[in-house]
């Protein structure tokens, strides 16, 4: 099948052209990009005022299966990230079973085989049953198409064990994608530790609890030569660690949330659950931090954390609620409308952030359109206004503080290896 | 004309206002204490549930007898944390209670914030006895009942809580009640029961105990939890009750006319010494007597209406 996407702003800045143009799709694949392309026989898509940029892809989401069908699997998280312009997403090993074995891998990619949506990258575990104590096999499921490790969800407690995986990870040049969070540090913690957590009398997390764990997990990575990424960064002092460490040439890259950008403690006001999240959302001057240090490379991707739970585990006590919030459908227009319509990043930094870095970060193609690269092409309309509803998520769970807010920008078509997967609210068969 | 809120969880919702409409209804609500039988049928025909997931006998019994003498039909409920920890859903749990019919639910639970979900999940009023570390707006009403009652007035008082700030219920609703209606506060506790930010509430803190009590009206001590003694917020009980304990030296050094309080139930000997806690000074068990009458009002209030009179009739 051959398209045109005609007209549009096309935004590739890792590509050789930008601009006013279109682009054309061939067998799967970016044949031509420019302006005024001859159409020939292609179909046309028109993209007059809409942004035309690479796919974006997720570093950071949570397809639950297997294990966890009830709340998410591979065919609804990934039909939920071409709803959101995701044409690609890598999904965290913390499944049941774990991913901490070839099966798991190739079991995931399977599905996601049958599915047909977004491609989708496994990440394997680092530890067995992320326990934290011996390595899994990272060889065999690197083989298998993990394309990078993590135990997300847990934190990397033991620093020997840590060292034993950056060292380890090397043979494979897969990075360790670590969340970090002293979990004695965090103790009974709930929050964000800070002038809400006194108010609404919750246990905080201090943000401490994170930013000494990036300062020893940067200086493990340092000693071994090993590639680090952090996940979900929320605290102003870790963004500063890791701008200290990449000007001495760690190889270091970093990852935040959507909601991480435009969430705060305060907004706990109402002991909302579907707020709860981890690491929490922190203060006011926490989240201006990290939109700077998004601005200013220091942070290199957006990714969404997204984590699907059903109802019954989250409306419930604060306390007792799960952590976590749904996000692939939602984090274009809220990174739109929070960061981009107010001139705190260009579209151009947006679409590095969210599909260049990370193509990048996990050395996978994407991130670029240019002549015989993969079409996986997002198109938004960055002044389309729309309300975020409950029953119109693709993702099985709707548990997203967002439910009910007005955004300003909302993808309209998907392509996927050249392949229109999403159009206009509808999903290809 | 003042309204009250649906519910009330904490005195950080309430205006001045407010909680001086619940303060003079106390006070009406007191003189019924006076006569030979206390019992008044304003609330005749109303159910009122007390819903405890935590042990409690003092506030509970405060406000069964408080629902009693006003002819409302009390309900004791004590949920086992056992049953939270079999998996039942607290939301289900309120719905069940709301569909018995009931107009007050008071909840007593570990978990801050849990009255609010309850208070968003049901029709019924809502009055939280007090939820984690957030609040307990009755015992915050009735420490300033009873100062308005011992000292004649709120605004301008110089107010004193000593003890576990960080892990107090009672501290945060004395704080947020006696700021709206005027009075000074400081706490005064070592850094490690402080929580972070309370200075923007508008608090002072101390560590000196004696120079903080030197200058206060009001001191409002607050329990240790023994059983909180693993959170090494401080090394012994010996040294916390040295450098924070109120005893008779202490007291001496303050004003002659400093009034003690205590929410209760009191370690003595180590945040407070037995001698103080039955002193001249000490209002302690006129606290608890003022509990019923304040329980009286907002039930009153919340749900048989305005007329102030209706009360006494």
Not at chain 1, 24 to 44: C, F, H, M, T, Y
Not at chain 2, 69 to 79: C, E, G, K, P
Not at chain 2, 82 to 95: L, R
Not at chain 2, 140 to 165: H, N, S
């Amino acid at each position: 099948m051959r398209y045109c996407i005609k007209g549009g702003e096309i935004v590739n800045p890792a590509g050789e052209f930008s601009g006013i143009g279109d682009v054309l799709v061939d067998s799967g694949k970016v044949l031509a990009i420019g302006r005024d392309l001859p159409i020939e026989d292609a179909e046309i898509i028109d993209a007059k005022g809409k942004i035309v940029c690479p796919g974006f892809i997720d570093l950071h989401t949570h397809l639950r299966e297997p294990g966890r069908e009830d709340k998410e699997t591979v065919l609804t998280g990934t039909r939920a990230a071409v709803r959101g312009g995701y044409t690609a997403v890598a999904c965290m090993a913390n499944t049941q079973p774990v991913a901490d074995n070839r099966v798991t891998i190739e079991y995931i990619l399977k599905k996601a085989s049958e599915a047909g949506y977004a491609r989708v990258y496994p990440i394997g575990a680092i530890t067995k049953e992320l326990k934290g104590e011996e390595l899994a096999e990272m060889g065999d499921m690197a083989a298998a198409g993990a394309v990078a490790f993590s135990d997300d969800g847990k934190t990397l407690t033991n620093p020997s064990v840590l060292r034993s995986a950056f060292e380890y990870a090397k043979i494979f040049g897969l990075p360790l994608l670590l969340h970090v969070e002293d979990p004695i540090l965090a103790g009974t913690g709930v929050m964000h530790e800070g002038y809400w957590s006194t108010v609404l009398g919750l246990s905080g997390i201090p943000s401490i609890a994170e930013t000494v764990m990036i300062g020893r997990d940067i200086k493990i990575a340092e000693y071994t030569g090993g590639k680090v990424h952090f996940c979900h960064l929320s605290a102003a002092g870790s963004a500063a660690l890791i701008q200290e460490a990449k000007k001495r040439g760690v190889q270091v890259t970093a990852e935040v949330t959507p909601h991480h950008l435009s969430l705060i403690d305060e907004d706990l006001q109402g002991y909302g659950s579907a707020y709860r999240v981890s690491p929490p959302l922190r203060s006011a001057e926490d989240r201006d931090a990290l939109q700077k240090a998004l601005r200013d490379g220091t942070i290199d991707a957006i990714a969404t954390d997204h984590a699907p739970h059903t109802l019954e585990e989250k409306h419930r006590e604060f306390p007792l609620a799960v952590t976590g919030m749904t996000g692939l459908e939602t984090a274009l227009g809220i990174v739109w409308t929070e960061l981009v319509v107010p001139c705190k990043l260009s579209p151009a930094q947006l679409i590095e952030k969210l599909s260049v870095n990370p193509a990048r970060i996990i050395n996978q193609p994407g991130g670029r359109l240019q002549p015989g690269d993969p079409a996986d092409i997002t198109v938004f309309d960055p002044t389309q206004e729309w309300e975020v509803k409950a029953e119109e998520f693709a993702s099985r769970s709707n548990n997203s503080p967002y439910i009910g807010r007005k955004l300003t920008g909302k993808v309209v078509t998907v392509l996927v290896g050249g392949e229109i997967k999403f159009c206009n609210e509808k999903f290809a068969e | 004309m003042v309204k009250l809120p649906k519910d009330i969880l904490g005195l950080r919702d309430l205006s001045p206002e407010q909680i001086q409409m619940i303060l003079e209804s106390a006070t009406s609500c007191k003189d019924i204490f006076k006569r030979d039988i206390k019992k008044v049928p304003t609330l005749r025909g109303k159910t009122v549930v007390t819903l405890f997931f935590e042990p409690s006998t003092r506030t509970r019994t405060s406000f069964e007898i408080a629902a009693k003498w006003m002819s409302a039909d009390a309900v004791n409920l004590t949920v086992s944390s056992s049953s939270v920890a079999k998996g039942e859903s607290f939301v289900d749990t309120a719905k069940t209670i709301e569909a018995m019919g009931v107009d007050v639910i008071i909840i007593r639970h570990a978990l801050a914030g849990t009255p609010k979900l309850l208070a968003d999940s049901v029709r019924s009023h809502v009055i939280n006895a007090g939820d984690g570390a957030h609040e307990h707006p009755t015992q915050g009403l009735l420490d300033m009942f009873t100062m308005q009652e011992k000292l004649g007035r709120i605004a301008g008082l110089k107010v004193l809580i000593v003890g576990d700030i960080m892990h107090s219920r009672v501290a945060k609703s004395n704080i947020w009640g006696l700021l709206k209606m005027g009075a000074q506060v400081s706490v005064c506790a070592p850094p490690t029961m402080i929580p972070p930010g309370i200075e923007s509430l508008g608090v002072k803190v101390e560590t000196n105990l004696d120079k903080a009590l030197a200058e206060t009206d009001v001191v409002n001590i607050l329990r240790i939890q023994l059983e909180r003694q693993n959170k090494a917020s401080f090394p012994t009980l010996k040294e916390y009750s040295r450098l924070f304990g109120v005893n008779e030296e202490r007291l001496s050094k303050a004003r002659p006319d400093l009034l003690v309080m205590h929410p209760g139930p009191a370690n003595l000997g180590v945040e407070i010494s037995e001698a103080v806690s039955v002193c001249n000074q000490s209002v302690i068990t006129e606290q608890v007597t003022n509990g019923v009458a304040v329980r009286m009002a907002l039930l009153y209030l919340l749900t048989g209406g305005g007329n102030q009179d209706a009360i006494l009739h």
